[in-house]
């Protein structure tokens, strides 16, 4: 073993008391991102504006630490959640933090898979979502393909697969934008954007009032897919319709044909079985 030099063994020492070293990223993550009862509000309206009942069974496909199925399962009693994620730390982080505080009957309600969501899975869904950008992990058009054609074959035959991107000439610049919370910093970063690939790397980094940091906790190379892409790759998994919500004016999503560019943008595809 190589002995520490006395500064190192101190440095560390110091390391160990910051807020950083003491924070869970999967934690902040949620607090700074993520909003599920206003995503699953969502989700009800668009389902709504097609199908005159309330979904009931959700797959939430790059499910992270499941805090929307968790959300899904304690909002009414006939309704079940399948989270999917590739990388057992989210899950597990859902197991230990999550599931201890559900009912016996809302656990029953929750199934949690690590596995990658373009493996098919039996269970039939009302709808199935991929938020957050997630399926730009995709950077082939073939495989983003195989994954669509896997959605449309999770759900039942009224079935919506729901998913959001964001776009606009912004999309492409390097940037850094910080947004404070009460007790954190949430530091979203652009790094690289490749035109040949139309690539882009992200880093999600936490700072903290002690001026320590969680440095790039979360990495993302994605493919920036751009609106007109998706739905065709979207018609061509066999969805019949794939309607663009979008913000108007007046801040209120709603289903729309054309719109004016933004330097940024966020959207949502929702594509129907039938
Ligand atoms: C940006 S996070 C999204 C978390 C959550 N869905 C949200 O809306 O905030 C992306 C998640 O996708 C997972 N992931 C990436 N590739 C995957 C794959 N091929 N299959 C399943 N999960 C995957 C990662 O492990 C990560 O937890």
Known sequence: M??????????????????????????????????PPSTRELIEEIYKS?????????????????????????SKKDRRALGIDIDPAPLGYARRRKLPSLSESQRQRLRLVQQDVLVPDDQLHDVVVAFNFSYW??????????YFLNAHAGLNKSGLFLLDLHGGPDAQYEL????????FTYVWQQDIFDPIGNSTRCHISFSFPDDSRLDKAFTY???LWNLGELRDILHEAGFKRV???????DDLL???????NNVSWVAYLAAWKN
């Open 2 to 35: 190589t002995p520490m030099s006395p500064n190192k063994r101190s440095s560390s020492k110091r390391s160990s008391q910051t807020l950083a070293h003491g924070a869970d990223k999967y934690a902040l993550y949620e607090r700074a991102v993520q909003d």
């Open 221 to 223: 190379d994605w493919r």
């Open 254 to 260: 709603r289903p729309m044909k054309s719109a004016t």
């Open 137 to 146: 992990t995709f950077h082939k058009r073939s495989d983003l393909l195989r």
């Open 176 to 183: 850094e934008e910080a947004t404070d919370h009460e007790d």
């Open 243 to 249: 309607d663009t919500w979008w913000d108007g004016d």
């Open 50 to 74: 097609r199908r005159n009942r309330a979904p009931r069974s959700l797959r939430e496909d790059f499910c992270g630490t499941a805090a929307l199925c968790v959300d899904w399962v304690l």
